[in-house]
């Protein structure tokens, strides 16, 4: 058995671990996103829906950066090969980076959201948790493109295309709108959420299936 099993805390070894070594690079480049948004948004003495366009067209990104990666170090053969030589399932490590990069970017969002509210900006639950629907549904499209793909590189072009259709293109989705908010809607950020779940799930499972075929 391995260290983790010995202490008896398998969980938080395995998240310390992970932490140190796979996650803090992200962390920065999302706490960067955040710190660039007064930079090219106004931040201050917004209302409710004026709120909404640094939030959904720039602080949901950290969905992308902080989800996509979670398959990220077993897609290195190197480490793939050890790890499938361990006696801890991948995906309960898996699981244990989705619960901390999804509270990472809980905590990120819900950060930035009091800043704005410090700054006199209109913001509400419903706008921080439809910028989190938008992160998610961002992040939650990356992993199923890593996962699907086996190269997190490649993946994160998935995202970044549906967000450029939204963004630069001007297009609208119906249900799968990423900047609903700014329209006043918030009903899509119930599809992008659910959608969103789908998604996770089969990542994790194409992921899964994966590392057992390696092994």
């Not at 671990?17 to 796979?22: D, F």
């Not at 409710?48 to 602080?59: C, D, G, H, I, K």
């Not at 948790?129 to 499209?141: E, I, K, N, Q, R």
Request: with cysteine; charged share 10%.
């Amino acid at each position: 058995m391995d260290s983790a099993s010995r202490n008896g805390l398998p969980a938080w070894s395995i998240a310390k671990i992970n932490l140190r070594h796979n996650f803090l690079p992200y962390l920065a480049l999302a706490a960067l996103i955040l710190m660039l948004t007064p930079v090219l948004f106004g931040t201050s003495g917004l209302d409710s829906q004026a709120s909404a366009a640094p939030l959904e067209s720039w602080v949901s990104l950290v969905g992308i950066v902080l989800l996509t990666p979670i398959f990220q170090p077993e897609q290195n053969p190197h480490i793939r090969e050890i790890v499938s030589s361990k006696w801890m399932s991948q995906l309960y490590v898996h699981l244990i980076r989705l619960i901390y990069s999804g509270a990472a970017l809980l905590a990120l969002i819900g950060l930035f959201v009091l800043y704005m509210k410090f700054n006199d900006c209109k913001v509400t639950l419903p706008l921080m948790f439809g910028t989190v629907a938008s992160a998610v549904f961002l992040g939650s499209l990356g992993m199923l493109s890593s996962a699907a793909t086996n190269n997190t590189a490649a993946a994160y072009m998935i995202p970044a295309s549906f967000y450029a259709m939204n963004l630069v293109g001007g297009v609208r989705l119906g249900s799968f709108d990423l900047f609903s908010m700014m329209d006043g809607q918030y009903d899509q950020k119930i599809w992008l959420l659910a959608s969103s779940a789908v998604m996770v799930s089969v990542s994790l499972v194409l992921s899964a299936a994966h590392s057992d075929r390696v092994g």
